[in-house]
């Protein structure tokens, strides 16, 4: 029976458009302005294979279907994951098993980040990323392009039994962050895998108690690319109500982009989005068109490439000054530099002479978590740091409580179990403040301090470091 809204039978036809310049235009100058936020669905996860280029989804269920001794006989001819546990489930299967043994088969594989994923990362405007998929290559892909393959890009995944936020509002965020809005891969069922999972995902995120609120404010007043989701009609139509926060027909100043072959070929859905939702625009090409378009358009505007692209010269080697966000967690004998909010880009400078000259660091950047966790994740890092660098400035004098005290109070903690004179805490100051008189540990005063105006390192100290590293 058709509503008001179905498209009767002699109209259901797909009347997506194509793109026209003007809106190319629109599009860039809202993405110029941060205003955009692009949510990436599985159509662009097209990955190299043995037999060629697959999508990554299509090439996970048989193999899935392999582990969980389904036959492929008991399966369509190109099963879907959600066939696949469907499937499994009927054959009184443990539910957890599916989960797990997926991550098995992606744990044993290694896929280089799509073209398309690589080109959404390569738009430096875009500082969160919103995904519907459970795998890592979005966050590889930032990875790759954006910090020379360090792991530096901020990831959060939701789960219908814990809520996980942002960090803190979109506007304060100091790092790429990627939000899996659907779960993201783990032993156990915490992301969706079948048609059933997505239900339950979708009742807890409307939900007060599981809600996270600080993504949904950021999705509400942005402009939305909502890239090859592959929804359903009705799971799309419900994701853009719950994106917006109000009915669709209301007027607003926000608007989205559709790229989406299944949405593109659903004459009823885009009927229903034409007459009730006039922000929306669906695309009438797929995800991967879409992107490569936005992509050449993007650096055509700036006049060729911003970021570093993939390949043989990684982000660093291509701009040896620019400033790579330490990695999220701390590597294997990092220096650890401890310093005052205020004094976070002398900290910058530093770490970049540091990446260029070998020496690998780590510090705190974000300082938005809290809470005995993130206590006991300093503590641990200063315990098993190769070195300590407190910074002390002007600011640090001004501050005689912070959390920085905190650092420096354990890092000489460690130094009780040392022998005499062994190298470990190697103060810097980045100002003229004076050694005699200066807020800081006993500790520190019968160290070396070096003189490293605006953070910018001497020859000396990285020689030294060098040396200490056995860096030659």
């Not at 783990?186 to 996270?212: G, I, K, N, R």
Request: aromatic residues 8%.
């Amino acid at each position: 029976m058709l509503t008001s809204l179905d498209a009767p039978p002699a109209l259901a036809v797909s009347t997506a458009v194509p793109f026209e310049a003007d809106a190319w235009d629109d599009l860039l100058n809202h993405i110029e302005e941060r205003r955009v936020i692009p949510i990436i669905g599985p159509e662009l996860l097209t990955v190299a294979t043995d037999t060629g280029p697959q999508n990554l989804y299509a090439w996970l269920a048989p193999r899935l279907a392999a582990r969980l001794g389904i036959p492929a006989a008991d399966l369509p001819s190109a099963p879907s994951l959600n066939d696949v546990v469907v499937r499994f489930l009927a054959r009184r299967g443990r539910r957890e098993d599916a989960y797990t043994r997926l991550r098995t088969i992606l744990r044993e594989t290694t896929f280089t980040p799509p073209a398309a994923l690589l080109q959404l990362a390569e738009i430096a405007d875009f500082d969160l990323y919103v995904t519907t998929t459970f795998d890592s290559l979005l966050e590889d892909a930032l990875n790759t392009v954006r910090f020379g393959a360090l792991r530096s890009t901020e990831v959060v995944a939701y789960a219908p039994n814990k809520v996980a936020d942002l960090p803190t509002e979109r506007a304060l965020l100091t790092r790429p962050l990627v939000y899996h809005l659907l779960g993201r891969l783990s032993a156990s069922p915490t992301y969706v895998l079948s048609d059933e999972d997505t239900l339950e995902f979708m009742c807890a995120l409307q939900t007060d108690a599981y809600c996270p609120e600080k993504l949904f404010a950021a999705l509400e007043e942005s402009h939305l690319l909502v890239l090859g989701g592959g929804f359903p009609d009705w799971l799309m139509r419900l994701f853009l109500r719950l994106a917006k926060r109000r009915r669709l027909s209301d007027p607003r100043e926000v608007g989205e982009v559709l790229a989406d072959r299944r949405v593109s070929g659903d004459a009823t859905l885009v009927y229903f989005l034409q007459q009730v939702s006039s922000r929306t625009q669906v695309f009438s090409g797929g995800a991967e068109a879409f992107v490569s378009e936005l992509h050449r358009r993007w650096r055509e505007r700036r006049g060729g490439p911003t970021v570093a692209p993939s390949g043989s010269a990684s982000a660093q080697s291509a701009d040896p000054r620019r400033f790579l966000p330490p990695e999220r967690e701390m590597p294997d004998r990092a220096v650890f530099i401890s310093y005052a909010r205020e004094d976070l880009a002398a900290v910058q400078r530093l770490k970049t002479a540091f990446d260029a000259a070998g020496i690998i660091t780590w510090f705190d950047m974000d300082r938005l978590e809290s809470g005995d966790d993130f206590e006991r994740k300093i503590q641990r890092n200063i315990a098993r740091c190769s070195f300590f660098l407190p910074v002390i400035s002007a600011g640090t004098q001004r501050r005689v409580e912070g959390y920085f005290r905190r650092e420096w109070s354990w890092a000489v903690d460690r130094t009780r179990g040392m022998a005499e004179g062994a190298a470990f805490i190697l103060p810097v100051c980045i100002d003229d403040t004076p050694e005699n008189g200066a807020l800081v540990p006993e500790k520190f005063l019968k160290n070396h301090w070096s003189r490293l105006p605006a953070g910018e390192p001497s020859p000396e100290l990285v020689g030294r470091l060098r040396e200490l590293l056995g860096l030659g």
